[in-house]
């Protein structure tokens, strides 16, 4: 916030909304606020005939529609978006955005034949330019999902990065390496975080990429965790994938993953952990000391389509660990949606539980808004719309047959709505998507482009791979 | 199709698409078919670059777009759609469409609180205005999703009949009646299907409601069996909705649901069974010998948030008995999304059997398309297109972010599209859904509407209940 006497003047007022302005679940990174009756529904703060006040990429103030001024609008483009739904700009905290390519490219095949038949000697085929392209495209589906935010984890980083800054969109990324490439790949994976953190106006920021605990050795992890300790970045990494990589890692040398990542340092320097849906009750004491640092990213449609148990929520909550929502990339969950994530992610919570009270909408909420954006350690900043906090906002038109009548509100956006009422997108107080369109984007030439790329792409006739999967 | 020497004059020519012409999974109600395989994916017939010839409210024909000649086109009207996907519209094989009202009214509750403490109070209040709001926001709901016919189930069925004759909808529809009604229950459900059979140029046909095996008594049962035989139609029934269901049958009465069903000559006149979540093996034996006039309706996405196992489609399967899909009411599925609902459905078939390879993507493609037409027994002319099946047609825009590229038309279908991916919508030959629209309808009035009458119809402060669930 500023100190001058006079407050600068407003860029951008979005008048006449319903605002989610946050959620109230405390999360570790939320030590001020009290923990009442863990596990049970905490409300939404839900605002109503609110206006946003946007200065620059900051949300200035939030206050009732009736006590904007004339001065709040002198300067101001208005966005009139009367009954709309103001809600955080989501935080995809997994994926691999460039695999939009591989979209349906794998089907209804078993874990080990998803990675070795079919996705791994794909990646052999991967230039810079289909790494730029499926990027691009990704970029795009999620802003015109009302995804602002992703953590990337994948190969070619640079071009992602170009492709992110170009969108207008915010991300975290990670370039991956495997203990197969040598000192190269962790060197490369540093040299890209160091160079790209901060870039963009800020909207770039990076972590560290070990591909996973079964394909960096330990003495890898623990470079790994000096390394990021020393940039003054996190880790994204995968880890307790499945129950069998625990229970694989559990019989070969008698730790569990989680374990690993403790004793090579890495959760104390701060680790974004993807899936851990092999995550076990006994983990819980390596990962709580560090539960200020340390996330999981749940992407459920994933677990649910590749026959894994998903990711022990309940367990991971009552032990104060932060929770985000991811959709990995296009291969394993089809889409880049976040809503239908979080949607996926509550069913199955309930369902898995046989506890229909457990996960209601509001906690679902805090999950996809506060705690993804305290899985990426951005919790002072997005995740929730308060003065202060970045202007990373998405409205949705709830004037749609599928959404009324409103009962709930909570529920409407867990349970009822779609990406498509995706109406306007702002990311760093700039809009990007206008009308439920793209603004100033052309994706006809991209989308002829990667088909006239694609068979090359997918050509698995040559035999290699570039890792074999044998957690 | 005509046996006039002259073909008959085109009225609408869609061009250019690619036809999902039918799946190739034989059904019961296929006997002309072989079983290869069974629980193997089965090859979906997609017609690349064709065109669709229809005549009044039929397919006439579908043929290559470049065989399309000068008289073909002479008195059609034309869709020129080149790269859509052409599909058949979609059945809903369970719903209680006015239940729209409830949606988000019952959230995160156990099935016994959901009806006693909510929804049967609530339903105390329902007026017919209430029934027909209701109703018409339900078919706008679903025509905008490309579903084109629903098997409703509820009170004041002439008040959804109007709904989905003025909506350009098809439908077959069951009064539904309890026990404590006493006779005029079953009376009325007779005197609807007898009066309501075949109306709407068609688009109408009806089924008896019997509430469920639990609120509907055995004598009753079999008067409502003879009741269907005499009118010739079917019955639409709640059965082993949930396993509890089941359990608390066979220790009360020593039979399953399916067993009453069978015992009281239901199956043998013919039944659309929604949810069949507590169908145990022993009664396949009842249901097989039916197996050409049986069907069940799954609604996965109820089942996991009312934490209910869900429908045993594999043993279903094997055993030749039809399932289509569908959506239940609002007050449940806080949708009438049926694109959710079979990718659902998809999602826990193959989490639950932990087999990556079942339900792949075609054989749900066939339970969202023949199946749902065979569960209601219209396998002769819905849930394909062909020559002389009905010109229920939905257009799925496939150039989006989020669909592309298409490695896997199938899957894109099943996993990928959005209900908002819908174009174009044509029931019985006519276009009710233009770009994303719904042809000549407003609805603002009528949300206005639906919204100022909420708070007197979830009032419960009456203390009354419509029924007490105990099954």
Chains 1, 2 share one sequence.
């Not at 969950?333 to 949607?343: C, I």
Request: charged content about 20%.
């Amino acid at each position: 916030m500023t100190t001058e006497q006079r407050p600068p003047s407003v860029d951008l007022v979005i008048r006449r909304v319903t605002v989610l302005a946050g959620t109230r679940r405390p999360v570790a990174a939320y030590p001020d606020l009290p923990v009442d009756d863990p596990g049970r529904p905490e409300p939404v703060d839900f605002l109503h005939d609110h206006a946003i006040g946007v200065v620059g990429a900051d949300i200035a103030w939030i206050k009732p529609d009736g006590e904007v001024s004339t001065a709040d609008l002198e300067t101001a483009r208005v966005i009139d978006a009367p009954g709309r739904i103001a809600m955080p700009g989501m935080i995809n905290t997994h994926s691999h955005s460039s695999m939009t390519y591989f979209r349906g490219s794998a089907e209804d095949v078993p874990t080990a034949s998803w990675f070795n038949d079919h996705i791994w000697p794909m990646e052999v085929n991967l230039t810079e330019r289909d790494v730029s392209l499926g990027a691009r495209l990704a970029v795009a589906e999620m802003l015109l999902a009302g995804v602002t935010t992703v953590a990337d984890h994948y190969f070619s980083m640079e071009q992602i990065a170009a492709a992110i800054d170009e969108g207008g969109m915010r991300a975290v990324l990670a370039e991956t390496f495997f203990s197969s490439q040598g000192a190269a790949g962790l060197d490369r994976s540093a040299a890209f975080a160091a160079e790209w953190n901060g870039r963009a106006d800020g909207r770039i920021t990076t972590m560290l990429g070990p591909h996973a605990v079964y394909t960096v050795d330990d003495a890898d992890l623990v470079r790994t965790a000096d390394t990021a300790r020393s940039i003054g970045v996190r880790s994204h990494v995968h880890a307790s994938e499945t129950m069998h990589q625990t229970e694989s890692s559990l019989a070969r040398r008698g730790v569990t993953p989680i374990q690993v990542l403790h004793d090579t340092g890495m959760l104390d320097a701060g680790a974004l952990i993807a899936h851990g849906t092999g995550i076990v009750e006994s983990d819980l004491a390596w990962l709580t000391p560090y539960s200020d640092r340390v996330g999981v990213a749940c992407c459920a449609k994933v677990y649910q389509k590749h026959t894994h148990t998903t990711t022990p929520i309940r367990l991971l909550h009552d032990a104060g660990i932060t929770v985000g929502i991811g959709t990995d990339g296009c291969a394993s969950h089809n889409t880049l949606d976040m809503f239908e994530s979080v949607r996926t992610m509550a069913l199955v919570q309930k369902s898995d539980a046989r506890d229909a009270t457990w996960m209601p909408s509001s906690h679902s909420l805090d999950l996809l808004t506060r705690q993804s954006a305290a899985a990426i350690g951005r919790e002072h900043d997005l995740g929730a719309l308060r003065p202060g906090f970045k202007a990373d906002i998405v409205l949705i038109d709830p004037r749609k047959p599928h959404l009324q009548p409103m009962n709930d509100l909570a529920a409407a956006l867990v349970l009822s709505v779609r990406s498509s009422d995706v109406e306007t997108v702002i990311v760093d107080g700039r809009v990007v998507v206008d009308g439920g369109r793209l603004v100033g984007v052309d994706l006809d030439p991209l989308m002829v482009e990667m088909n006239e790329r694609l068979p090359g792409l997918t050509d698995r006739s040559h035999g290699t791979t570039i890792q074999t999967y044998a957690p």
